[in-house]
């Protein structure tokens, strides 16, 4: 970098997710941070990145295991976490063997495994030479992990808030378990993206047992999966934050996306809140089921939760953001430490999501003025060349992308501005006008 004769300023925008999930990694690195070697004896069995659980996981007892999995205790171990990824297995944890279409991770339990500190295995057949625990499931090792995800729910007597969108699924998140601390319950937000049914299901396994708030993400990209996903978690407020083009190929339109998005509310129970994007006309007509508690946030007068200012503060890397409680006509302003307009509406989101289970909302404005954004989500960096990176690189639609340009559009920079852009799939027979759109 520092061969560039001035300053630049670099956006690195998100690849998207590989057509190819079971077989490619769900990230390609356009940064350049520290990768990892391929070795023959690593599996990660997830169509996601799951690599660690969180320092604060639950320790599951080897009875705990059987009892959640239905399974069979061969052999006794410690209490440990649980992974399903051989490559960042820590001391201490159980290793959970999937087996997938084209990967079956019992092929991974080795010597080496023991070595680095697995205390344990989850897996339907017993393999030679492991002597550390060992928890014989019957049948299909996914069902085995969704049955103890299902267990994990069952036992969480919490609060669960659940979101999902087209864009701003883990930035929201954070937010809104930032804005729920002041509660006094612990809160807990699940890992980066874990949002598939391996990451819902390692979310749940993973809440503290003394969390009184847990915070998903769900992502889909069929219909269908979403109502799994709810089913699953069982949340108690739901928030769906906007339908955008994103996942066309299998959902061919917006609407077939709005629908899909939709399973979101599909079974809410009376008294559950439901928290939606008035600004959104297909998120806004999503139909909420009797009972049920619904919300709106947004730009619109409509919105419960209102936001009528967000501004560039500085040199652009912070946001201001002007909210208003409609019910009330109460207003916060705070500024957020963060890139880009498009994160106030994440804010007010989860304004919305704080402000209906009785957090003031001058107490949101605070909280949320301690933001950190989320690795690769608008995160910016300044080289000691002084080259600014705005680190966008986790995954892309047209609406993150053109998001993510206008946010480089709008930064302070003495040189040039420099966009450095992946491919986005999944956009079916549109691939090529969106990708022409964007360029």
């Known amino acids: 970098m520092a061969a560039f004769p001035f300053p630049y300023t670099f956006f690195l925008t998100k690849p998207s997710i590989s057509k190819s999930l079971t077989t490619r990694p769900h990230v390609k690195l356009l940064v350049s941070p520290t990768t990892r070697k391929n070795t023959s004896k690593t599996c990660s069995c997830s169509a996601q990145n ?26 006794w171990g410690p209490p440990g976490t649980i992974s399903i990824d051989t490559r960042t297995i820590e001391p201490g944890q159980w290793f959970f063997a999937i087996t997938g279409e084209n990967v079956d991770a019992h092929d991974f339990i080795t010597l080496d495994l023991s070595k680095s ?5 989850i897996g339907n057949r017993v393999c030679e030479n492991w002597e550390m625990g060992f928890v014989q499931v019957d049948g299909d090792t996914v069902s085995s992990l969704l049955k103890m995800a299902a267990f994990a729910r069952n036992r969480f007597v919490g609060k669960v808030i659940a979101v999902t969108g087209s864009v701003g699924k883990t930035s929201t998140k ?55 996903l709810t089913r699953l978690g069982r949340p108690d407020i739901r928030v769906i934050l906007k339908v955008a083009t994103a996942h066309l190929e299998n959902l061919v339109s917006l609407e077939g996306v709005a629908m899909a998005k939709g399973e979101m509310f599909q079974e809410a129970k ?29 730009r619109s007068l409509e919105s419960d939760v209102r936001l009528v200012a967000a501004e560039r503060v500085g040199s652009g890397g912070s946001v201001g953001v002007r909210v208003v409680l409609q019910k009330n006509m109460e207003m916060v302003e705070f500024v957020i430490p963060t890139l880009g307009l498009h994160m106030a509406v994440n804010a007010c989101a989860a304004a919305a999501v704080a402000t209906s289970m009785g957090v003031p909302l001058s107490q949101v404005g605070r909280s949320l003025s ?10 910016f960096v300044v ?57």
């Open 50 to 75: 799951t690599r660690r659980a969180p320092s604060n996981s639950p320790l599951w007892t080897v009875t705990d295991i059987a009892q959640a999995v239905g399974g069979k205790i061969v052999k």
């Open 117 to 121: 500190g697995c205390v344990g295995v």
């Open 174 to 228: 954070a937010m809104i378990a930032l804005a729920l601390e002041s509660l006094g319950s612990k809160v807990y937000h699940s890992y980066e993206h874990w949002n598939n049914t391996f990451g819902v299901s390692l979310s749940l396994i993973t809440i503290p047992r003394d969390a009184g708030i847990a915070v998903l993400e769900m992502g889909m990209n069929r219909k269908g999966q979403l109502l799994e």
């Open 270 to 298: 009376p008294g559950d809140i439901c928290v939606a994007n008035a600004d959104d006309p297909f998120v806004k007509s999503i139909p909420v089921p009797q009972g049920a508690r619904r919300v709106l946030f947004g």
């Open 370 to 379: 301690r933001y950190i954004p989320v690795s690769m989500r608008s995160e």
């Open 383 to 439: 080289a000691k060349s002084g080259i600014k990176i705005v680190n966008d690189a986790f995954n892309a639609n047209p609406v993150s992308t053109k998001a993510g340009i206008d946010t480089l559009k709008n930064i302070d920079c003495d040189g040039k501005r420099v966009a450095i852009l992946g491919d986005m799939f999944e956009l079916g027979t549109h691939e090529i006008e969106y990708h022409e759109e964007s360029s």
